[in-house]
């Protein structure tokens, strides 16, 4: 039965997308059995993953108009739910009881053919990021380290946790995790330093890997089907990635 784990934050450019691609990586690389699901309309996860367009969705497999099975793709880097703007309509297209819960309903016939699942979502707090929210075992929360980003933190915990305790009680808050980090940089040492004391007043585990800011990063993410850890074993930021895929699974968070 896989584990499934949503990225989540409203904030934009926070890191989710780039995040949801190298644990995959991370923990393909380790042996495990990996699906990404890209859960935004903006479809960078696809797009980083090439995906084949003119396929089957993750919008068709809500609607009912073609399987899970049907509609991930296997790539170079990893097997993907793939998504488009069509998604987007979701919002409209699906409201009232139970909308909540199609992602999970979704996402159940191809639970026991991965050890993981990972679910990107898009910069809100709505219905979209609800489903993911409500399709995991454990939400993650990536932050900038840029000082702005943990402004939304209070928010996107808020939120978990009001969905937590009415409708995915055995939800692990895994915690935060700073990205885009400047160790030598005087802001991204303060943001470091306020971050823990966000969390610790919300009582959120902060992740002790902070990934260091590197163009690596954004290459692989605009260079179609690039396994990040295949192609810069070496680069700070995959390091980064694959220490926090560690620290993750020692705290058995994964
Ligand atoms: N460690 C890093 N070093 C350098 N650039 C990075 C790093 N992590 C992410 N980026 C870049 O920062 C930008 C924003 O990252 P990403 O797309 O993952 O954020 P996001 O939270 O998914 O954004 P959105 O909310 O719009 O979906 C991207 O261009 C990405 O390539
Ligand atoms: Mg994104």
Redesign the pocket.
Known sequence: MAKVISLITQK???????S?NALTVCLKHKGFRVLCVDF?P?G??SFSMGVQHNLPTVYDVLRGTASCTEAIQHTEVADILPADGLLGNFVYEFSGAGSERLLKDALAPVQNLYDYILI????ELGVISVNAIIASNVVLIPGLSDGYSLQGVIQVHETISRIKQTLNPSLVLGGMFLVRFYPREALSRTTWETAKLITQHLNLPLLETRIRHSNVISKVMTTLQCDMIDYAPKNTAVQDYINLTDELLRKGVF
């Open positions: 934009g450019g926070a890191g989710k997308t780039a949801t935004d903006q960078y996860l990107d979502s898009p910069p």
